[in-house]
């Protein structure tokens, strides 16, 4: 009897000392002592497996918490579902231990052999997709929901989703994934009546806040069960970026009254001193709010400041567009005017060869004339035909041919023209110079061609003339017209808009950077005169104006205020606000 007292105390410790050995096998991961374990003990592997430590943790928790996934994939096939289902102290199991730590491969495995996991909730409720979604895992909360999608709209004890809590601490991707599953998640309101919108602008990051509008911007409006609405509560949270991302949708109604009888406004009083509260302020009175006491009043003044506040906004616009395009216009002009300068210069380089090719020709010319010269006697190197009279004036039209070519060759090849505009008159100047000289070689030629052909075949002499003169004649009469014409044609436009800017009074003002006054002072328009680079006031004949006003303002002078810009505001000319004087031109 006492033999058998003492072996049941020796077993039981022999037990004991197995069960450590199994524990500590799994924690460091020994897998073949860990089969060695088991492989004694074959008729309690099931026993084994539902074993806990004192921390309440089974042999699959701790291959779970250490993602030991060898050792867990070996142990996983000597479990069933209720081992797996079995809680630690900590209130969680194996799955939902792995999602929230993160450990995907885990995650696959369980998911695969029994997928019902996805909706195993501990005491609090709270899903494993909770548990993932909310430690910003993305890779396993998309592993989960593409078993079950259904999962997320598990809600907790205190009827948050997922959603309401990755709003909240900005999770940006994790609140796309969220959403691109299931958009109707957004709308899902908690046991405080807190929609995911309500979460998120208790944050900082205005993305979460815009996806979760851009999913569905009708929850902009709700209120919670003390009758806040998103704009209430960043107000409250000192939010100023979040709030002026709210108020740019137009559907918000900024003077929505609470459960406290508070609108937004009545909140930012509240707000510590400082620029956040500064700038809420004055995002909401541009908004139109109101406080509580007013809402429901006629209030002239804050309409008229927010009328002047929209015009400020738009000219502001205005301004940065105008900025913009100048910034285009200036490198769309200085690629003209390195291609007109490049235009320029070739346009020099080829004029310089024709001189050059016609100073050779008339120089040749005079050198191998018809007849050679006289040879012998004291006229030695007399041109033979010298008394001709088709000779003397071929002599004399290559000569001047050959020395207006020099003349042209030498100013382009001594002259660098670095204004653009100067250089533009030169070349005006030569091409007549050459024009010239053509013509002079032409004259040339068909003198010298009386010579050549004598007097018994003057016909050809006279047929080469009545061809080539009315060909040079008409070609230089036609250049000389179109020449002529625009010369003309741009003096009379030019006298046109000095006759029209008599007829009216034009302005001259400087102008504000993108910086606004604040005062209810707002300085009129005008335009960039694009010819001479000043800023006038619009001309009030349309046809020469782009953009002027709708009114007669001619007679109004010195400073004006709002209630005079907003009578006759064009909301869609081109803006520029000016200094606080403007004088007569």
């Known amino acids: 009897m006492t033999m058998t007292m003492m072996m049941e105390p020796s077993k039981s410790s022999l037990r004991f000392i197995a069960y450590q050995r199994f524990f500590t ?53 000597l479990c069933d579902l209720e081992t797996v289902k079995i809680r630690s102290k900590s209130d969680l199991n194996a799955f939902h ?25 501990d005491s609090s409720n709270t899903s494993p997709l909770y548990s993932a979604a909310v430690k910003d895992h993305l890779d396993v909360v998309n592993a989960i929901l593409d078993v079950d999608v259904s999962s997320m709209r598990i809600v907790r004890k205190n009827e948050k989703t997922s959603l309401h809590t990755a709003a909240r601490y900005g999770l940006l991707d994790m609140v796309k994934v969220l959403i691109h599953r ?19 602008v208790k944050g900082q990051s205005t993305s979460v806040v815009e996806e979760i509008l851009l999913a569905d911007c009708s929850i902009l409006n709700e209120r919670d069960k003390k009758g806040n609405m998103a704009v209430h509560v960043a107000t409250r949270k000192s939010r100023p970026q979040i709030i002026s991302l709210l108020l740019n949708y137009i559907s918000i109604d900024v003077n929505i009254i609470n459960n406290q009888h508070e609108t937004a406004m009545d909140l930012a009083d509240k707000l510590p001193y400082g620029e956040s509260a500064l700038e809420i302020k004055e995002a909401l009175t541009e908004a139109g709010a109101k406080h509580a006491r007013h809402v429901g009043q006629m209030d002239e003044a804050m309409e008229l400041k927010r009328t002047v506040s929209d015009i400020k906004h738009e000219v502001h616009s205005q301004l940065i567009q105008n900025e913009k395009t100048n910034r285009r216009v200036s490198g769309i002009a200085k690629e003209l005017r390195k291609i007109h300068r490049e235009a320029v210069q070739n346009t020099t380089n080829s004029v310089t060869v024709v001189a050059v090719l016609f100073a050779s020709i008339a120089f040749l010319a005079i050198f191998n004339l ?32 050959l020395f207006i070519s020099l003349a042209v060759v030498v100013v382009q090849i001594t002259l660098v023209a670095w204004d653009t505009q100067a250089q533009k008159q030169l070349v005006s100047i030569v091409n007549k110079l050459m024009w010239a000289a053509c013509a002079c070689t032409c004259g040339a030629f068909l003198s010298i061609a009386f010579v050549v052909v004598g007097k018994k075949s003057s016909w050809m002499a006279i047929t080469i003339t ?92 010195g400073n004006l205020t709002a209630e ?20 007569q031109g």
């Not at 943790?57 to 250490?66: H, Q, S």
């Not at 299931?182 to 998120?200: E, F, R, S, Y």
């Not at 010269?373 to 041109?383: F, N, R, S, V």
């Not at 782009?546 to 002078?557: E, G, M, P, Q, R």
């Open 25 to 77: 096998a799994v924690r460091s991961g020994d897998l073949d002592s860990l089969k060695q374990i088991v492989g004694e003990q074959p008729s309690d592997v099931s026993d084994l497996m539902s074993l806990q430590t004192d921390a309440g943790e089974t042999a699959l928790y701790i291959a779970a918490d250490k993602n030991l996934e060898e050792v867990f994939r070996y142990l996983v096939k």
């Open 182 to 200: 299931d958009p109707g998640i957004v709308c899902i309101k908690d046991k405080k009546g807190q929609t995911a919108l309500h979460m998120a």
């Open 564 to 583: 005079q810009v907003a009578s006759f505001w064009p909301r869609n000319g081109n803006m520029q606000i000016t200094n606080k004087t403007f004088w």
């Open 466 to 557: 009545l061809t080539g003169a009315p060909i040079l004649v008409g070609t230089l009469a036609s250049m000389c017209y179109f020449v002529f014409r625009q010369h003309f044609g741009a003096f009379r436009d030019s006298q046109r808009r000095i006759k029209r800017a008599s007829g009216s009074k034009s302005f001259s003002w400087s102008v504000y950077s993108a910086n606004i006054p604040d005062s209810d002072e707002v300085w009129i328009l005008g335009r960039k005169e694009a010819s001479t680079g000043m800023l006038q006031f619009c001309n009030l004949n349309v046809d020469f104006c782009k953009f002027c006003f709708i009114k007669d303002i001619t007679s109004l002078t």
């Open 370 to 401: 018809p007849g050679q010269y006289i040879q012998d006697g004291a006229e030695t190197g007399k041109a033979s035909i010298a008394g001709n009279v088709g000779f003397q004036v071929f002599c004399l039209l290559n000569a001047t041919s």
């Open 97 to 121: 231990l792995a999602a929230k730590k993160g450990h995907l491969g885990i995650v696959k495995d369980l998911l695969v052999t029994w997928p019902e996991l996805c909706k195993v909730c």
